[in-house]
């Protein structure tokens, strides 16, 4: 997974105008996987201190207007362990995250498996492992959870590129998950890092398939009667896959926000942006899934720093 910038909604219409969120307090070059509470005062990210080597969730609280210094959630202080991709669920009460630590019950897996942590009274909870039947011995990333329950991830398909999964809730336990059928999932092209609305009215998603705008771009397809859409892209500002020379960006991965648009006839679908961008475009989105389809369509990406 190499995606790490984001599309936040209003809540951070404070940010500066270049869209870079919060530089030197989060955005340190070494950051991603961003995620933001329904209410916008809660904020949790992925920090890796510029390697991939130890990867730890902080958080951070807005009190006043101002973000405070992010600290470790308890979680996720253990040592040799990599932690990632955390998701607020839509009621902001708990999250799901992926983690490689040891399963007591697996102890031959070694890839990452879907975590969740209630959150009440602003305590953590304990860590809850979502089960052999969601989890397997293949890497489960980027996990996004629906206001019911349901959990959408990506893990390596038949033709070893990732596709994305979906899995249910059924009596508080996780299904075996199913593959979503085409037009999202494209035959042997990758499709990463989705983000589920509260409602599955519509998912975002990057995928490589060809037709895009760059290496990877970020599409939306509605789920209707009959199904899921066809993939939506705008070509519009979409850039190839190259480092940034914007001051501040380097190889590694910075966060920036989205500012929402007016939709227009002409003008339905969202910017695409490169293949850096997925954890945070895909976690945040939305979060609140109270936006209209044309709302959906119109999230416009102000900036982007790439590996």
Partial sequence: MTISALLLATALAASPSDGLFEPGLVSDN????????????????????????????????????????PAPVPFSATDGWRDIDPAFAPDGKSIVFQSNRPVPDKPQRKGFDIYSVALQDGRWGPLRHLGHDINSDE??????????????????????KSDLWRSHRVDGKY????????????????????????????????????????????YISF??????????????????????????????????????????????????????QAAIVNKVGVRSGKRTRAQALALEPVSVCQT
């Avoid at 070494?30 to 809660?42: A, K």
């Avoid at 890497?139 to 033709?159: Q, V």
């Fill in 175 to 218: 299904t075996a998950p199913e593959r979503l059928a085409e037009p999202v999932n494209s035959g042997p092209w990758r499709e990463s890092n989705p983000y589920i609305a509260a409602d599955q009215g519509y998912l975002l998603y990057f995928s490589d398939a060809p037709g895009g705008a760059g290496d990877v771009d970020l």
């Fill in 30 to 69: 070494g950051v991603f996987g961003f995620t933001l509470s329904p209410d916008g005062q809660h904020a949790l990210w992925v920090q890796s201190g510029g390697a991939r080597t130890r990867l730890v969730i902080v958080e951070s609280h807005k009190v006043d207007g101002k973000w405070q210094q």
């Fill in 223 to 276: 789920r209707g009667k009959d199904g899921w859409s066809t993939p939506k892209i705008s070509a519009r500002r979409s850039t190839p896959r190259r480092p940034s020379s914007r001051p501040g960006c380097t190889a590694a991965a910075c966060i920036w926000r989205a500012r929402p648009r007016k939709a227009s006839a002409s003008s339905r679908t969202s910017t695409p942006t490169p293949s850096t």
């Fill in 139 to 160: 890497s489960e990333s980027s996990a996004s959870i629906a206001a019911d329950g349901t959990i959408y991830f990506m893990k390596n398909g038949a033709e070893g």
